[in-house]
């Protein structure tokens, strides 16, 4: 096979992102065997630097699964576990990523109500505590990093209001989770998942979930939670820092490699603050272009992706145009989540695109690349 032809694309979408040579080469640290004491070489370290990203204390009452497959493993091994037949869920939903966990509930048989915000907007307390008063939900599902939309939600609030009325949180925290500070013990989500191929700057193949002691508590009295979505039984083999099923070794070896680096090497504040930088630099750029708009409000805007809506003439099919611009170029532009881009068109509304700064993505290459997007935005748009 000609690898040659595989071209090295500087990725700029939300995910998969950038990953850096050291942890491309980490890929071909030796293989191990997952139940063997090599394997805690690993995977040790992996538990406890994943913690210390949560911003959890050496002694917490939290507890860290790796579960294998991605993000959506991750939220469908919460719902999955955290509402038995009697419960009601209620879903929050600002966009995509939130119709996913939504979508992941009905396909479960949950009984699941959602509260829906038009794309482009946070979620705001006042409609969500008069939903939760209605709906008497046990588990709501939150997204704290919209991803389609480039919203961050304020999502300790939320929990504490989900708290007040007596139901559990579950944070869906995939793309922002090692692009910012997250603090759960401040934050206190019954749940917080994510996943490798983000902000982590890794490429994908685990769900990572931080339950409290109140989620393992409920998952102990919810019957039928499958196997490989039974956050118990994640969390038995976590205990002995050990994963349910065979693991990716390739991937954790690559882990291991970045979580060492972000904590020793970068530096937990560094990578966070050269988030808000990058996000700083996007919102300049979009500043200086004629008609185009930042899509999130102003006091939302996600430090790990920025999406931008687009003026007229452009269209999502000059998008789609723009994005083989920029490959002949050597990037991989995000010409913007489709369906939701189907969506705004045919309501009338201009498409929005996405730029992705998140991961080990640099100042340099996000300057690079904005210096060889605003020309061609500015030509497409005649
Ligand atoms: C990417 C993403 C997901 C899906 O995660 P996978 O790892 O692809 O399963 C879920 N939620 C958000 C906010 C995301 O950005």
């Not at 930042?294 to 003439?313: D, H, I, K, N």
Request: a negative charge; aromatic letters at 6%; proline letters at 6%.
């Amino acid at each position: 096979m000609n690898t040659n032809d595989f071209s090295d694309l500087k990725l700029f979408i939300t995910g998969p992102t950038y990953i850096r040579p050291e942890v491309r080469n980490a890929g071909s640290l030796p293989e191990f065997g997952h139940r063997d004491s090599e394997a805690l070489k690993r995977f040790g370290p992996i538990f406890d630097n994943l913690a210390a990203l949560a911003g959890l204390p050496k002694e917490s009452d939290y507890q860290v699964a790796l579960i294998n497959g991605s993000g959506t493993c991750a939220m469908e091994t919460t719902v999955r576990s955290l509402a038995g037949p009697d419960d009601t869920i209620l879903s929050v939903s600002v966009g995509a990523f939130g119709d996913l966990f939504h979508k992941l509930a009905v396909t479960n048989g949950k009984k699941t109500e959602t509260l829906h915000y038009e794309p482009g907007q946070a979620m705001d307390l006042a409609s969500l505590e008069r939903a939760l008063d209605e709906v008497n939900p046990s588990l709501v599902l939150l997204t704290h990093n919209e991803t389609s939309t480039g919203v961050t939600n304020d999502v300790a609030a939320a929990v504490a209001l989900v708290h007040a009325h007596g139901a559990l949180a579950a944070v869906d925290g995939v793309s922002i989770f090692g692009g910012a500070p997250i603090d759960l013990p401040e934050m206190q989500p019954d749940i917080y998942a994510t996943a490798t191929q983000k902000s982590l700057g890794l490429p994908a193949g685990f769900g990572i979930a931080f339950a409290s002691p109140k989620a393992v508590a409920k998952a102990e009295t919810v019957p039928h939670k499958g196997w490989i979505t039974d956050l118990t039984a994640h969390l038995g083999r976590a205990a002995k820092k050990q994963t349910l099923t065979t693991p990716n070794t390739t991937l954790a070896n690559q882990l291991a490699i970045q979580l060492d680096y972000i904590l020793n090497e970068e530096g937990m504040e560094n990578r966070f603050k050269r988030h808000v930088e990058m996000q700083g630099r996007v919102a300049e750029f979009v500043d200086s272009l004629d008609g185009f708009e930042l899509f999130a409000p102003e006091g939302y805007r996600s430090p790990t992706v920025t999406c931008v809506q687009a003026p007229e003439p452009l269209k999502s099919a000059e998008l789609k145009k723009i994005k083989e611009t920029m490959r002949a170029k050597g990037y991989l532009f995000d010409p913007g989540y489709g369906k939701l881009n189907t969506a705004m068109e045919s309501s009338g509304k201009q498409p929005v695109f996405r730029i992705g700064h998140m991961g080990d993505t640099t100042m340099l290459m996000l300057e690079e690349f904005l210096g060889q997007l605003g020309p061609v935005l500015k030509e497409a748009c005649g």
